[in-house]
């Protein structure tokens, strides 16, 4: 997964339409998630497209997580959302400002509110379940 300073240099020379295509591309570039995760418990509410988020721990502590959306665009605005967070340690997402670092992007005027609605709701998906393991909580599968 590309870092996130990588897709700002890229996303910030682009014109609107081809900010579109970059998302749908990093859309494209995640892990794909197996069917059978993608239910009731792993849906994000709020989003207007179907968006499901699975966490799971890495062997070193660090967070990874799987997710989907069956709409292109939203698709991409997962994997900009995850690739702040990607297998980085609980400790430091739960501390970690997830909107201060995706406001480079200004999602908010570059996407129509419908595209963006959820991305609070994933944001505290992450954040809740990287705190929970930051503090010694045991990772629920």
């Not at 497209?49 to 967070?63: F, Q, S």
């Not at 297998?87 to 595209?115: G, K, Y």
């Amino acid at each position: 997964m590309r870092s996130l300073a990588d897709i700002h240099e890229e996303y910030a020379f682009l014109e609107p339409d081809d900010r579109y295509r970059l998302l749908i591309e990093l859309g494209r570039e995640l892990e794909p998630m197996p069917l059978a995760l993608k239910t009731d418990a792993t849906q994000v509410p709020g989003c207007s497209a179907r968006v499901w988020v699975y966490p799971t721990t890495g062997g070193g502590g660090e967070l990874h997580f799987l997710a989907d959306s069956n709409a292109a665009i939203t698709k991409g605005i997962v994997a900009l959302v995850l690739s702040a967070v990607q297998d980085r340690p609980a400790a430091e997402v739960a501390a970690m400002d997830i909107p201060a670092a995706l406001a480079p992007f200004d999602l908010r005027n570059q996407l129509s509110s419908n595209r963006t609605q959820g991305v609070p709701n994933m944001i505290a998906l992450i954040r809740d379940h990287a705190a929970r393991l930051a503090n010694g909580a045991p990772e629920v599968q």
